[in-house]
């Protein structure tokens, strides 16, 4: 069983900065991938970020150039640093690693982005 824990979401105002935390219960150079998903009240969830255990990532068009993901072998934890928050970044933040073909997921973590 994989559990993964998302910290560090909070409020912050325009043009604000947050870093997110995904710990997970085994190493996370076992699993495929991990990501950041994010979903608004109302809306689909939404694919943020992706981190490859071979080290490529994929973002977001909407977070391009805001948002970057990094690693923590020893922590066996993720982190997604978001730069120039905006509004429309508010959303429940969740963390997924892939492992044999099967997601995992965290509980979530809110971000609020408001003045």
């Known amino acids: 069983q994989v559990q993964l824990v998302e910290s560090g979401g909070g409020l912050v105002q325009p043009g604000g900065s947050l870093r997110l935390s995904c710990a997970a219960s085994?190493?996370?150079?076992?699993?495929?991938?991990m990501s950041w998903y994010r979903q608004a009240p109302g809306k689909q969830r939404e694919l943020v970020a992706t981190?490859?255990?071979?080290?490529?990532?994929h973002y977001a068009n909407s977070v391009k150039g805001r948002f970057t993901l990094s690693r923590d072998n020893a922590k066996n934890t993720i982190y997604l640093q978001m730069n120039s928050l905006k509004p429309e970044d508010t959303a429940v933040y969740l963390c997924s690693a892939a492992l044999e073909m099967v997601n995992y997921w965290g509980q979530g973590t809110q971000v609020t982005v408001s003045s």
């Open positions: 085994r190493s996370i150079s076992s699993f495929n991938a």
């Open positions: 981190l490859g255990m071979g080290g490529n990532t």
